[in-house]
C-alpha cells in the first residue's frame, strides 16, 4: 500500500466509507473496522478532510473493496449483496457477516473476504 499517492488513498477511503454505509454499517463499528481510527478523524474523512491515512487503514479499506467487490459479482442488485451482511449465514456460525468483522479484527475481515471471494469464483 505504501506505494500509493494520497490521491489514491483518499479514493480508497471514501469507496470504503461508501461501502459501510450501504452495509448500514454505524460510526462507532465503522471505526473499528477500519482498525480504532479515532472519532475526530473518522469525522473529518466524512467532511473530506484526508489529513491522517495510516497504511493499516489503507489495508483494511481493501479488503473492504474486496469483499464488496465479491458481493457484487455474486449479487448483480447491489441491494442483496447490501442485505447478505446483515444476514445470518451458517459459515458464520450463525452470525451475520457484519457482526463478524465489526470487533474490528483484521484476520475476520480477510477470512471473510477470502470466503466471498471463493464463493463468487462459483457465480
Not at 466509507?17 to 477500519?34: A, H, K, Y
Not at 449465514?89 to 457482526?99: D, F, R, V, Y
Request: with cysteine.
Amino acid at each position: 500500500m505504501s506505494d500509493l499517492t494520497h490521491e489514491e488513498c483518499e479514493l480508497l477511503v471514501r469507496t470504503a466509507l461508501r461501502v459501510l454505509s450501504n452495509w448500514q454499517v454505524g460510526d462507532e463499528d465503522g471505526r473499528r473496522i477500519l482498525g480504532d481510527v479515532d472519532k475526530a478523524t473518522y469525522a473529518d474523512w466524512h467532511s473530506g478532510n484526508f489529513r491522517d491515512l495510516p497504511t493499516a487503514t489503507m489495508a483494511r479499506c481493501a479488503i473492504l473493496i474486496g469483499i464488496h467487490k465479491g458481493l457484487r459479482l455474486m449479487f448483480p442488485e447491489p441491494a442483496r449483496g447490501y442485505a447478505w451482511m446483515s444476514r445470518a449465514n451458517e459459515i458464520l456460525a450463525g452470525a451475520t457477516p457484519i457482526e463478524t468483522i465489526r470487533t474490528g479484527n483484521l484476520h475476520a475481515l480477510r477470512r471473510l473476504r477470502d470466503y466471498v471471494a471463493a464463493q463468487s469464483q462459483l457465480w
